[in-house]
C-alpha cells in the first residue's frame, strides 16, 4: 500500500502571528480614549456635585462648570450658567474687598448677601429683557458708547486710567464692565424713560380706578375694596391712613382730602405723583383728618419688575439649582408706596 503524504507525520501546530504596530497603536489609542472618558467623567461628576451640593466656586469646580456648561439659574426659560454666577460673585467679593478699605457701601456684605445680591442681578437682567421686548426698547452701541464718554470724563488718564481702575474695583476688564454694568443701566434707564413720559401707558390704570370708584358709589364697601385692589401698603387693612394733619401728605392728596367733610368719598379720582387714589374721610378733628383710601400706582419698571418676579414665582418658572440661599422666594410681598 502506498504511503499517504502525511500519513505518519504529526500535526504542526499553529504559529501565532505578532500583532502589527499599526494594531498596538489602535489599542493604545482606544485605551487612552477610554481612560479620558473615565476621568472626564469622574472630574465631571465630582465638579458638578460641589456645584449643586456644595455652591462652591472654587477654580476646579469653576472650570468644570463651564466646560459642562452647568446650569445655576433659569428664569422664564432663559438659563443662566453657573460659571456666569461664579465670575459675578468674584466681582462682587473684589469690590467688597476695595469697599473695605475705602468705606464703600459692600464693605460689610456677607457671603450670603454677595450671593443674593448676585442672583437678583442675573434675574432682573433677563426680566428687562423681557420687559424691552414688550416695550420695544432697544440697545443701540451708541447708547452704550455715550455712558462711556460720560464715565471716561471722570479720568484724567482716559480708558487706560479707566481700565485699571474698573479692574481694580470688580476684577473686570472694560469691556467686560461694558457688557456685564453699562449695557444693563442703559436699558434700564430708557424703559425708566418709557414708564414716566409715556402717558398711554396710564389708560388702563385710570380705567380700572374709575370702574372701582363707579363700584364704590353703587354700594361696594370700601374696606373691601381697598382690600382687593389697593396697592400700597394700607391694601391689607382696607386702606386705612390713621389720622394726618396739614403738610404731611403730597399736596394734591392733602387739598382734596381736607375739602371732604366726615363720612364723605372723593367722586372723582385723585391725581398724585404717585397714581390714582379713592379717598373717604372717616373723621374730621380740627386740623386733622383720619381718612382710608386705595391707590392705584401709575405704571412703574419698578412695579413692572415686582409683578414679573411674582408671576414667575407663582408659575414656578424661576428655578436655582446650586445649594445656595434663594433670595427670590421671599419676595411675595406687597408693594408699598408712600403717600
Given amino acids: 500500500m502506498e504511503n499517504i503524504p502525511g500519513q505518519n507525520t504529526a500535526p504542526v501546530e499553529p504559529r501565532p502571528i505578532a500583532p502589527s504596530a499599526k494594531t498596538n497603536q489602535t489599542m493604545f489609542l482606544w485605551g487612552l480614549l477610554g481612560f479620558i472618558v473615565v476621568v472626564v467623567v469622574v472630574l465631571g461628576g465630582i465638579g458638578a456635585y460641589r456645584v449643586y451640593a456644595k455652591g462652591a466656586t472654587d477654580s476646579f469646580t469653576s472650570i468644570v462648570a463651564k466646560v459642562l456648561r452647568l446650569p445655576a439659574l433659569k428664569v422664564n426659560g432663559v438659563t443662566v450658567l453657573y460659571s456666569t454666577y461664579v465670575d459675578d460673585l468674584k466681582a462682587i467679593t473684589t469690590l467688597s474687598d476695595y469697599d473695605k478699605q475705602s468705606g464703600g457701601p459692600t464693605a460689610a456684605l456677607t457671603d ?97 380706578a374709575q370702574d372701582v370708584l363707579n363700584q364704590i358709589k353703587a354700594g361696594a364697601n370700601f374696606e373691601d375694596m381697598a382690600k382687593k385692589y389697593g396697592e400700597d401698603g394700607t391694601a391689607a387693612k382696607g386702606g386705612d391712613l390713621g389720622t394726618f394733619g396739614k403738610g404731611e401728605m403730597v399736596p394734591q392728596f392733602e387739598t382734596a382730602a381736607f375739602a371732604l367733610k ?23 378733628q380740627g386740623e386733622k383728618v383720619s381718612a382710608h383710601h386705595i391707590i392705584f400706582l401709575f ?41
Fill in 299 to 339: 405704571p412703574s419698571l419698578e412695579k413692572s419688575l415686582d409683578a414679573a418676579l411674582k408671576s414667575a414665582l407663582q408659575a414656578d418658572t424661576i428655578r436655582l439649582y446650586p445649594k445656595i440661599h434663594n433670595p427670590f422666594t421671599e419676595a411675595l410681598n406687597p408693594t408699598t408706596a408712600t403717600q
Fill in 262 to 284: 366726615k363720612g364723605e368719598t372723593s367722586q372723582e379720582l385723585v391725581e398724585t405723583s404717585y397714581g390714582y387714589h379713592i379717598i373717604r374721610v372717616d373723621d374730621v
Fill in 112 to 208: 450670603e448677601q454677595k450671593s443674593d445680591q448676585v442672583l437678583w442681578r442675573l434675574a432682573n437682567n433677563i426680566f428687562l429683557d423681557d420687559l424691552a421686548k414688550k416695550m420695544n426698547v432697544t440697545v443701540a452701541d451708541e447708547d452704550v458708547a455715550a455712558l462711556k464718554t460720560q464715565m471716561l470724563a471722570q479720568f484724567k488718564g482716559g480708558e487706560a486710567e479707566a481700565n485699571t481702575e474698573v479692574l481694580k474695583r470688580y476684577g473686570w476688564t472694560l469691556k467686560e464692565y461694558e457688557n456685564k454694568v453699562m449695557r444693563p443701566f442703559v436699558l434700564q434707564s430708557k424703559l425708566d424713560e418709557k414708564f414716566t413720559t409715556d402717558n398711554s401707558l396710564r389708560e388702563d390704570i385710570r380705567a380700572k
